[in-house]
């Protein structure tokens, strides 16, 4: 059997000898340019009670032989802290609009059990909820983006929900209190509802605007140690329906209701149902897969030039709460629980759609890939005691970075990449600054075929040293298994000076994060 790691030397090296016959790109960076902000918050997670999201993904018990934390497995709180998750949407997803939380807080054994009509029909326990749900974020220092039932619930329980949760001295602060946490928790975000035009309801715009105004003056944030943004549902895709209609309304509101985002779900998918192959695949479903992946742009700016007409100082952020690979199940396993393997490809995905989320960090201020664990894009995998860590996960690892950092413009000429019908940029580059003044480029070789080098121009004084790492495969659909959890991991990556500039070789289908030194 080859050994995926000399496979993925031999990738790399033969990449570098080929180097003199790529095409060099230079990608300019002006380091003292001021940029906006790129927020730590368009790197969220999102776990909804979907499969085994949360539980066996993220919830094993208490007396689970897992190794735990309160019946939260320490394994996946290590490894998401590794990645510094700013953010972590939940319980849904269609599963948000047919929750009712009182099912989920109070002792376990007195908890109401029901079940999963939008993922499966399985029984759902109830045994996470609320008050697990705020102990795993604090587990992992996240913030808390908490969606409302607007569907099947009322607002007088969405508001006894948000005073459970921040108030004290008041009936539902001291249950919660009684249920063992005595001080008011910080919710950051607040979800009034999810795909309202969907699953949500299937409400037309103005029929969910009603909806929003009132949810919105009667969900109160007792707790005044926290601000909490409240985020509204948005476009499906390209239709502008909601974009329009809600930003009009937001341009002439009253003071009772207000809101700080409003969410756009779009995934990458080549038709619906889903049916694009999570393994197995080559370079024909590899480019029309990357392809309507950069279409991610070409939406943001659609929905972007409506809000900018209502609020051209862009006070209302559009929240990408959803986005990532929606593939055909993992054969064998149950189709309602969207389990699917994560493979380089999906990697390519992650770090475009986070390229093209920085590149409109004016307006983009919070993102969250669908889902964390187990679900669809997931960042880990699990089996009982066994986890692993997917190439998207190393995308998000390797962008730590540009978490808070300052965007900063990078030119480039980026030629294109073509297969059959498909063309597109055969490369991808974004730039920041850190906090420190630290330069960070994140590079990305979309060409399925051919290495690139990359010649890094940095305005000012001159670029002395570029080191960082580099994501890279044997295959397009190589993937991580807990057999072979290493197949594609991240590997070192430094620079070779050529007529002063640093220049980097990357391997065909792979994206790297390197730091410049000046």
């Avoid at 730590?40 to 979907?50: K, N, S, T, V």
């Avoid at 085994?52 to 290590?78: E, L, M």
């Avoid at 953010?87 to 948000?96: K, L, Q, S, T, Y």
């Avoid at 080191?467 to 190589?478: E, V």
Wanted: proline content about 6%; hydrophobic content about 40%.
């Amino acid at each position: 059997m080859n050994n995926p790691l000399i496979l993925l030397a031999g990738l790399v090296l033969s990449a570098a000898l080929s180097a003199t016959a790529a095409d060099r790109i230079t990608v300019t960076i002006d380091p003292a340019a001021d940029g906006p902000t790129i927020s730590r918050h368009l790197f969220g997670q999102f776990a909804e009670h979907l499969g085994h999201g949360i539980y066996g993904g993220v919830w094993v018990g208490r007396d689970s032989p897992i190794p735990n934390t309160r019946g939260i497995r320490n394994d996946v709180v290590a490894a998401l802290k590794a990645i510094q998750v700013p953010n972590v949407r939940w319980p849904g997803g269609c599963f948000a609009d047919e929750y009712h939380w009182r099912n989920g807080i109070g002792p376990a054994s007195q908890r109401r059990a029901g079940r999963n009509p939008n993922w499966g029909g399985v029984v759902e326990p109830n045994t996470f909820g609320t008050d697990e749900f705020m102990d795993f974020v604090g587990q992992i220092g996240a913030d808390a983006y908490i969606s409302a039932n607007v569907g099947s619930g009322t607002r007088q329980e969405a508001a006894e929900w948000l005073e459970y949760l921040t108030a004290e001295q008041t009936a539902l602060g001291d249950e919660r209190a009684a249920n063992g946490h005595k001080a008011p928790y910080k919710v950051a975000f607040w979800g009034i509802g999810n795909e309202s035009w969907g699953c949500g309801g299937a409400m037309s715009a103005a029929h969910y605007l009603e909806e929003l105004k009132m949810y919105s003056h009667f969900s109160r944030n007792y707790n005044p140690a926290q601000v909490m943004q409240q985020i509204a549902v948005g476009p499906d895709g390209a239709k502008t329906e909601y974009t329009e209609t809600i930003m009009r309304a937001w341009a002439g509101k009253v003071w009772s209701w207000d809101i700080a985002g409003l969410s756009l779900h779009s995934y990458t998918l080549n038709g619906w149902p889903p049916s694009v192959k999570a393994t197995g695949f080559g370079e024909p479903e590899y480019a029309r897969f990357i392809q309507e992946t950069l279409g991610m742009d070409d939406l943001i700016r659609k929905h972007g030039a409506i809000m900018d007409r209502y609020d051209p100082q862009k006070k209302v952020a559009l929240v990408v709460d959803e986005w990532g690979a929606w593939l055909a199940p993992t054969p064998g396993t149950d189709p309602g629980f969207l389990m699917q393997q994560n493979s380089q490809r999906d990697a390519i995905v992650a770090a475009l759609n986070l390229n093209i989320f920085a590149r409109h960090a004016a307006r983009v201020r919070m993102a969250n890939i669908a889902q964390m664990v187990n679900v669809l894009q997931a960042m880990i995998l699990t089996d009982q005691e066994k986890m692993v860590l997917t190439p998207t996960y190393h995308v998000f690892r390797m962008y730590v970075p540009f978490h808070d950092a300052t965007l900063l413009p990078a030119r480039f000429k980026p030629e294109r990449y073509r297969y059959g019908k498909y063309a597109m940029p055969r490369v991808d580059a974004m730039a920041a600054r850190d906090a420190n003044g630290k330069l960070w480029v994140a590079l990305t070789n979309i060409d399925y075929q051919r290495p690139v080098e990359i010649a890094l121009a940095v305005s000012g004084r001159p670029a002395v040293a570029v080191s960082g790492q580099i994501l890279a495969a044997p295959q397009a659909d190589s993937v991580n298994t807990f057999a072979a959890p290493d197949t594609v991991t991240p590997q070192p990556l430094t620079a070779s000076m050529v007529q002063g500039r640093p220049v980097l070789t990357l391997a065909p289908r792979s994206v790297a994060v390197v730091a410049v030194e000046q």
